[in-house]
């Protein structure tokens, strides 16, 4: 899932997949008068994952009874990532392969290895920030499966009512509900940092403030340009702090896990959980079912305007290398075609649970998703949406949750864990190759 995989290896997921066909290369299938296909389709490992493509791949069969889609799955993470692009480097690669958007994707030089479906007829019904993340100034080069997801504060509705709260749209308002319902004798914000990567969630998910505040910060971080120890971005350091300061946060904070949180919240004990959408519909489906209509959700507040919008993390590209070619390419782009379609995502619907919505028109999401995915289509109706910074920049430190466990836990300040954030960065960037 996407590069915040340190983000959401805490995440409950529910999945159970039969056993999916492996294959290393393609070819076409030997069905009767050599008219059948058979495509291969590379994908992680992850029982989500799998689940996923074990629906598709059946929903595509019934449909296209003589294509055969046959799946080969890699592992998660980094390695991963090393076979993804050795596959690319020495043209193994399957007919296709199924991998993350933006900046991952930019590493696998998509202008010399991917085939271009900038033409296709289905590029127009998909969302412009999914073309922006898998798009070079060249061409167009993926399409999505999966829904999107985002980083914002998941709330308990029934305490909002019992207390007569309104959902708040600025950082002042969302400080003042958390004093009412401290006063009320709940925890105003659980925060888990005994699972250190949910600790990124109030820094990563702030940044649609961010670059609505100062459009362009993105292109500009990338270029060594700007810093988390100015303003805009150092607000996400600061809220961090002033949640601790005011005593909103449950008392073992440090200790507690995701699953507590995701627990307190379901239970009515917590009222705000700053947390990836995508983790917690995936929490309700599996353990708390009966609080799938009691969980909301809304961006995090900006301390600049009351303008707000989420902060959304998209979904995994499909991709053709250019390795496949002649029927096998006109194959494989009819597939991706069909995946793209509000078939193909029902199909999606009904083998995960989706943190948010999609990313193609026509693709609705199910009535019986959890609230806090429902809460998040008027936002994406209204065009409230801005990427996650991991979409827009290649650069990420590989300190950031240490350091805002010790914001968010009172032990550095603000100002000091951002400034050591942006050191933090510096080695990143010069082994990407920025000139900084």
């Known amino acids: 899932m996407n590069r915040t995989r340190s983000l959401t290896a805490g995440a409950a997921v529910v999945a159970a997949a039969l056993a999916l066909t492996a294959c290393g290369g393609s070819g076409d299938g030997g069905g009767e008068g050599g008219d059948a296909t058979s495509l291969s389709v590379y ?172 459009p362009g910060w993105a292109e500009a971080y990338t270029q060594g340009a700007r810093k988390y120890a100015d303003q805009p971005a150092l607000a996400g350091f600061e809220h961090l702090q002033e949640v601790f300061d005011g005593g909103f946060l449950n008392e073992d904070f440090a200790s507690a896990v995701y699953d507590d949180a995701v627990k307190m919240l379901a239970e009515g004990e917590a009222a705000h959980y700053p947390m990836l959408t995508g983790n917690v519909a995936s929490s309700i489906g599996e353990n708390y079912p009966d609080a799938a209509d009691t969980l909301g959700v809304f961006p995090l507040p900006s301390s600049e305007s009351d303008d707000n919008g989420l902060t959304v993390w998209m979904p995994n590209g499909m991709y053709i290398p250019k390795s496949t070619e002649g029927a096998q390419l006109d194959a494989a782009k009819a597939f991706v075609a069909w995946l793209v379609t509000p078939d193909s995502c029902a199909v999606q619907a009904e083998t995960t649970d989706v943190g948010g919505p999609f990313v193609v028109d026509g693709c609705d999401l199910p009535d019986d998703v959890p609230a806090l995915v429902s809460d998040m289509q008027p936002y994406f109706d209204s065009g409230d949406t801005g990427l996650a910074l991991e979409f827009l920049s290649p650069i990420k430190g590989p300190a950031l949750e240490q350091i805002t466990v010790e914001v968010g836990s009172g032990i550095r300040s603000a100002e000091d864990g951002a400034a050591l954030y942006d050191e933090d960065v510096v080695k990143q960037a010069q082994q990407l190759g920025l000139d900084w």
């Open 43 to 214: 994908i992680d490992s992850s029982p989500a994952s799998v689940a996923l493509w074990d629906g598709l791949k059946a929903a595509y069969a019934e449909e296209n009874p003589d294509v055969t889609i046959e799946v080969e799955t890699h592992p998660a993470g980094s390695e991963g990532d090393n076979l993804i692009k050795t596959r690319l480097a020495t043209g193994e690669m399957n007919d296709l392969f199924w991998y993350n958007s933006g900046s991952l994707f930019q590493a696998l030089n998509p202008d010399q290895n991917l085939v271009p479906l900038g033409d296709e007829d289905w590029v127009d019904t998909i969302d412009d920030n999914f073309k922006t993340v898998v798009s070079t100034d060249t061409d167009l080069y993926g399409a999505p499966v999966g829904a999107s997801f985002a980083g914002a504060v998941i709330y308990n509705k029934s305490i909002y009512a019992d207390l007569g709260l309104e959902v708040p749209t600025t950082w002042d308002e969302y400080m003042a509900n958390n004093q009412a319902i401290k006063d009320a004798g709940l925890v105003a914000v659980a925060q888990t940092y005994g699972d250190t990567w949910t600790s990124q969630v109030p820094v990563l998910g702030d940044f649609y403030n961010v670059e609505a505040a100062d």
